[in-house]
C-alpha cells in the first residue's frame, strides 16, 4: 500500500509561485509513475503534469507546459511540482498519484485511474 500526502499549497498572487510536494510512505516510487492532477470547483479533474518511473521523462498538460516543473528526489521519496507564473485561473485542488503500471506516464491524462492518491492540497491564485 502506498501513501501519498501532499503539501505545499496556499494562496499567492497571480505571476507568483509555489512549490507542491507530494510524499510517499514506501521506501522508494522510483519504479512508479507519479502524476499531479487538479480539480476545480464544478470542472473535471485534469491531470497537469507526470514523471515517468522508469525512464524519468516529464510530462505537462498545454495549460501549464513552460510554467510547471516536475521533479523527482529519490533519497527523500518525494515527487515536486514547481510552479511559476501562476494565474487566477490555476486555482484548484491538486492531488498528486502513483501508478506501476502506467510507469511511463501514458494513461495519466485520463480516463485511466491511478491506483494510489493523495487527500490534496489547496492552490488559490487570487489578487
Known amino acids: 500500500q502506498v501513501q501519498l500526502v501532499e503539501s505545499g499549497g496556499g494562496l499567492v498572487q497571480p505571476g507568483g509561485s509555489l512549490k507542491l510536494s507530494c510524499a510517499a510512505s514506501r521506501s522508494t516510487l522510483d519504479n512508479y509513475a507519479i502524476a499531479w492532477y487538479r480539480q476545480a470547483p464544478g470542472k473535471d479533474r485534469e491531470g497537469v503534469s507526470c514523471?515517468?518511473?522508469?525512464?524519468?521523462?516529464?510530462y505537462y498538460s498545454d495549460s501549464v507546459k513552460g510554467r510547471f516543473t516536475i521533479s523527482r528526489d529519490s533519497a527523500k521519496n518525494t515527487v515536486y511540482l514547481q510552479m511559476n507564473s501562476l494565474k487566477p485561473e490555476d486555482t484548484a485542488v491538486y492531488y498528486c498519484?502513483?501508478?506501476?503500471?502506467?510507469?511511463?506516464?501514458?494513461?495519466?491524462?485520463?480516463?485511466?485511474?491511478?491506483?494510489?492518491w493523495g487527500q490534496g492540497t489547496q492552490v488559490t491564485v487570487s489578487s
Open positions: 514523471i515517468s518511473g522508469s525512464d524519468g521523462n516529464t
Open positions: 498519484a502513483a501508478d506501476q503500471l502506467d510507469i511511463y506516464c501514458s494513461g495519466y491524462a485520463g480516463p485511466y485511474e491511478y491506483d494510489y
